[in-house]
């Protein structure tokens, strides 16, 4: 991959994580905690598929509040609505800055981009999987 194409891929990335971050600071939750409200005045369904067809409850269940608390820096609600909210934030953070990171020196980085690709899949599943460890049975 030349250094161009790597820069524009991280540059992508990046944006990605700048996009998400600005939607988690979009989202707040209701006052009863139950569901999450966007820009304060429409109300986004819930979205676990299994909740919504069994009623009860799968080891992701609670993440997006958790997530959505995590980034309005409230870590003790966050940690009551699932414990991966805050792993995930982290995550999204460490990506934006590599990214950056990534973007800045892609000329240096770009002969390790198969490496790149590998730690960056790797890592997302093992952040994945201690969300899903971590997750509410």
Aim: charged content about 10%; hydrophobic content about 55%.
């Amino acid at each position: 991959m030349t250094s161009r194409h790597y820069r524009l891929v991280n540059l992508f990335a990046a944006a990605g994580v700048v996009a998400v971050m600005v939607a988690l600071s979009l989202v707040h939750l209701t006052p009863d905690e139950g569901g999450l409200v966007l820009f304060g005045k429409w109300s986004i369904p819930e979205l676990c598929l299994v909740k919504r067809t069994t009623g009860r409850t799968c080891p992701s269940c609670g993440i997006g509040r958790s997530l959505v608390l995590a980034a309005h820096g409230l870590a003790k609600q966050s940690l009551q609505h699932h414990t991966g909210g805050m792993l995930m934030l982290a995550w999204l953070l460490a990506q934006g800055l590599w990214r950056l990171v990534a973007v800045l020196f892609a000329r240096r980085l770009a002969k390790w981009a198969a490496a790149d690709l590998f730690a960056n899949a790797g890592l997302m599943l093992a952040v994945f999987s201690a969300v899903v460890y971590l997750g509410n049975w």
